[in-house]
């Protein structure tokens, strides 16, 4: 048996190698992020082959697979599908040495959370580009709450901006302009300009979309003069685009005009198609407005061309309205008819095409599932032989030596055989592997009154000292308040609680968090003062929080009546 797989090992790591000649694999199991992420890149049909072959060949060692299966999710993005992409990317974060801080390189606490921030970025990217904003929402406040805590500040606010973005995509307008307000704040303070313009320019398309807009000009202006005085000629045309946008929902054709010619005067050679496609309706909408319609018609050929080289470039409802009025203005019925007849097919081409896109690679996903669950029974199959035929062996050998200690010492008196019976017996017992031996189920009967008293202790801890409003607090800071290690502490809060251990420190500032709102208007505290005072750190941690765990945002909780707060509070703790 042993032959065979080690027949089959070889013939595999052969047929890799003539895959990738030119693959030095020497340092393979050497290999980190930074290697695996650079060899994808380079080549992400062999990357994706590799990393399936050494995937699968790690499995049956029972080796740590998060690498590669990080790395075939790079590949498959790279590669333009996205669902199979988040599966791998979700199997690394599902391993169980990557959750439970296990093995030589995740029992860094620090390593392992670097890596969890980077898959849940990526997860975060894959989600926004396939149309999911929850998800991708999501996956980046995870991403940013684990920078946040590593002290990576500068890598969380970037992903600020973009759940300003989302959230802003998701009409959630007033929270995508708090949470860019805050980005620029930071970013002015660090001097960073350039990403001081980005969360500008966010912020001026959040708040267009409010009742009151006002601001809106001003930051795209703002925007605008950063990217001015950085040289960044495309960054400016995007903020000068914006600024037109606002000026023609206002009316002021006269101040597009003027915004208009700004593009003219920096219009870079190279410009991404989407900037180029928004500038060309913009300049469209005024040709409209001032009725210069040989103008529009040539701008709505420029449009046609633009969207026929880039078929997969988003494209604003602005241009059908556009050319509808443009064939209204020449008289042609008929082509306005063919307009909504074209438009129609085209979405429903659109839909068609990507949903029949996402179904085959959720069937894809479905297979490779299936093949890793089918591994993963022939890994503990193997595991089972190699064990049952170890245990053959040694039950033959020791009834051969008790045969032969029988006859040398058939003599000898009772006592003397006993001690040799009892001794054998020990040794089968020892031998006869974890799942014969009664100790086995000793250990694991005495583990759970233990993780209880652990788990006792830690709710001590919370209504004594109150740990969990500690901001900073980390799960190796309990372990060490209790002279025990942070798996057992973990593993004794999701026994008692089947919560991990951020979830459950999550729950009781929120429960504290209810009862300072509850009390709120005799104190006079702020939301601020309410999110600091129960270790949530920020306001904008304790709105999401909040909302997970009570279903309604604190600001839709403080305007119950305090009658309804308490009986909202009762039930929430049932």
């Known amino acids: 048996m042993r032959f065979f797989m080690l027949l089959l090992l070889v013939v595999l790591n052969a047929i890799v190698r003539a895959a990738l000649p030119d693959l030095d694999t020497t ?160 970013f002015a303070a660090r001097g ?84 180029l496609y928004s500038g060309l309706v913009l300049k469209a909408s005024h040709a409209l407005q001032e009725r210069e319609w040989d103008h529009l018609s040539n701008l709505l050929d420029d449009i046609a061309a633009i969207s026929e080289q880039y078929p997969d470039l988003p494209r604003f409802d602005k241009e059908l309205e556009l050319r509808i009025a443009a064939a209204l203005a020449h008289g042609n019925r008929e082509a306005v008819l063919d307009l909504f007849r074209q438009h129609n097919q085209s979405m429903r081409e659109q839909f068609g095409n990507k949903s029949a896109a996402l179904l085959a690679e959720a069937w894809e996903v479905n297979d490779r599932e299936e093949q890793l669950h089918r591994n993963e029974q022939l890994q503990m199959k193997l595991r089972f032989s190699q064990r049952l035929n170890g245990f053959g062996g040694l039950t033959l050998l020791s009834i051969l030596v008790a045969l032969g200690i029988f006859v040398w010492k058939r003599r000898s008196d009772a006592r003397t055989q006993l001690v040799i019976v009892r001794m054998l017996r020990r040794y089968l017992v020892r031998h006869s592997g974890p799942t014969d031996s009664p100790s086995h189920q000793q250990d694991d009967d005495v583990r759970v009154p233990q993780f209880k008293g652990l788990f006792a202790a830690v709710e001590e801890l919370v209504s004594r000292e109150g740990i969990h409003r500690n901001s900073s607090l980390s799960l190796g800071d309990v372990a060490s308040l209790l002279n025990s290690n942070a798996k057992y502490v973990s593993q004794a809060i999701r026994q008692e609680t089947s919560m991990s251990y951020p979830e459950y420190v999550n729950m009781l500032r929120v429960q504290d968090a209810q009862q300072a709102m509850l009390e709120s208007e005799s104190q006079g505290l702020s939301l601020d003062q309410i999110a600091d005072q129960c270790g949530f750190g920020t306001r904008r941690t304790l709105y999401r929080q909040f909302t997970k765990y009570t279903g309604m945002p604190p600001g839709q909780f403080m305007k119950l009546s305090q009658a309804e707060r308490a009986a909202h509070i009762r039930r929430s703790q049932v």
Request: hydrophobic content about 40%.
């Open 27 to 186: 340092h393979f199991r050497e290999w980190g992020h930074e290697e695996w992420k650079a060899f994808v890149l380079s080549d992400p049909e062999g990357g994706r082959d590799f990393g399936r072959a050494k995937l699968d060949a790690l499995l049956r060692e029972e080796r740590d697979v998060v690498h590669p299966a990080y790395a075939l999710g790079l590949a498959e993005y790279l590669l333009g599908r996205h669902l199979i992409s988040n599966n791998w990317y979700t199997y690394a974060l599902e391993q169980p040495n990557l959750m439970n801080r296990q093995g030589p390189i995740w029992s860094d606490e620090e390593t392992a959370l670097r890596k969890e921030s980077a898959l849940y970025n990526n997860i975060g990217i894959n989600c926004e580009i396939m149309g999911d904003l929850l998800g991708a929402e999501e996956a980046y406040a995870m991403s940013r709450t684990i920078d946040l805590r590593l002290g990576e500040t500068d890598a969380a606010w970037l992903t600020a901006i973009n759940l300003g973005l989302l959230r802003f995509r998701e009409h959630q307008h007033e929270a995508a302009r708090e949470l860019l307000e805050e980005a620029v704040e930071y």
């Open 192 to 275: 960073d300009a350039r990403n001081e313009g980005r969360a500008l320019l966010n912020l001026a398309g959040a708040e267009q979309q409010l009742p009151t807009n006002e601001r809106a000009l001003q930051h795209a202006r703002e925007a605008f003069a950063i990217f001015e005085a950085l040289e960044d000629s495309t960054e400016a045309v995007r903020a000068l685009i914006t600024a037109g946008q606002l000026l023609a929902s206002r009316g002021e054709h006269g101040a597009l005009g003027d915004v208009l010619k700004e593009i003219e005067r920096l219009s870079p050679e190279r410009q991404q198609p989407q900037v």
